[in-house]
T-cell receptor, first 113, second 117 residues
Framework: KQEVTQIPAALSVPEGENLVLNCSFTDSAIYNLQWFRQDPGKGLTSLLLIQSSQREQTSGRLNASLDKSSGRSTLYIAASQPGDSATYLCAALPQGGSEKLVFGKGTKLTVNP | GAVVSQHPSRVICKSGTSVKIECRSLDFQATTMFWYRQFPKKSLMLMATSNEGSKATYEQGVEKDKFLINHASLTLSTLTVTSAHPEDSSFYIC?????????????FGQGTRLTVV
């Protein structure tokens, strides 16, 4: 059974700092891995999706990497801003026909001005 | 990216009444949609998988008679909370996977905050 873990659960950084959020998964048989952002009281916004065959994806100040062999993904945020404050969730889509995303519990990021 | 729209964003209802939440895929067809529940400061809990033209598949422990799901078209799924009670108060979010890019990317609605008084 796939399990997804995110560390740390919470992170507070000063504005301008580069930071890394970690996501690990127990079963490397994944179809893709997706990073989301959730603001308080809101739905999830898709940030980046990495296909199983890919190593990384970039969008603006965000870069997500995937290492299936070690069961890890990282989300790198460059030059953080207060507007980046949110909860970040990673989710793995298993192979094998199941269409259920497996979520981590998220990392709550606070960027202080 | 693809757009999933959820309505209403907030609803307050009296105990014992029923509430319907709509989830629409605006620019793609979704044969499958997913309904989640989120408790305060917790991650998402999958409630059920909504299948167009057939019965929904419920996760273990989710009462199908309590949470009625209808997926009557390729762009609309509804979740009806029947005979709502205060313990049903929660944040409900729907999701659909867009086939447009071939990447099985999941998109989420804005969520519905249900308060049962």
């Amino acid at each position: 059974k796939q399990e997804v873990t995110q560390i740390p659960a919470a992170l507070s950084v000063p504005e301008g700092e580069n930071l890394v959020l970690n996501c690990s998964f127990t079963d490397s048989a994944i179809y893709n891995l997706q990073w989301f952002r959730q603001d308080p009281g809101k739905g999830l916004t898709s940030l980046l999706l990495i296909q199983s065959s890919q190593r990384e994806q970039t969008s603006g100040r965000l870069n997500a990497s995937l290492d299936k062999s070690s069961g890890r993904s990282t989300l790198y945020i460059a030059a953080s801003q207060p507007g980046d404050s949110a909860t970040y969730l990673c989710a793995a889509l298993p192979q094998g026909g199941s269409e259920k995303l497996v979520f981590g519990k998220g990392t709550k990021l606070t960027v202080n001005p | 990216g693809a757009v999933v729209s959820q309505h209403p964003s907030r609803v307050i209802c009296k105990s014992g009444t029923s509430v319907k939440i709509e989830c629409r895929s605006l620019d793609f067809q979704a044969t499958t949609m997913f309904w989640y529940r989120q408790f305060p400061k917790k991650s998402l809990m999958l409630m059920a998988t909504s299948n167009e033209g057939s019965k929904a598949t419920y996760e273990q422990g989710v009462e199908k008679d309590k949470f009625l799901i209808n997926h009557a078209s390729l762009t609309l799924s509804t979740l009806t909370v029947t005979s709502a009670h205060p313990e049903d108060s929660s944040f409900y979010i729907c999701s659909a996977r867009s086939p447009m890019t071939g990447k099985a990317e999941a998109f989420f609605g804005q969520g519905t905050r249900l308060t049962v008084v």
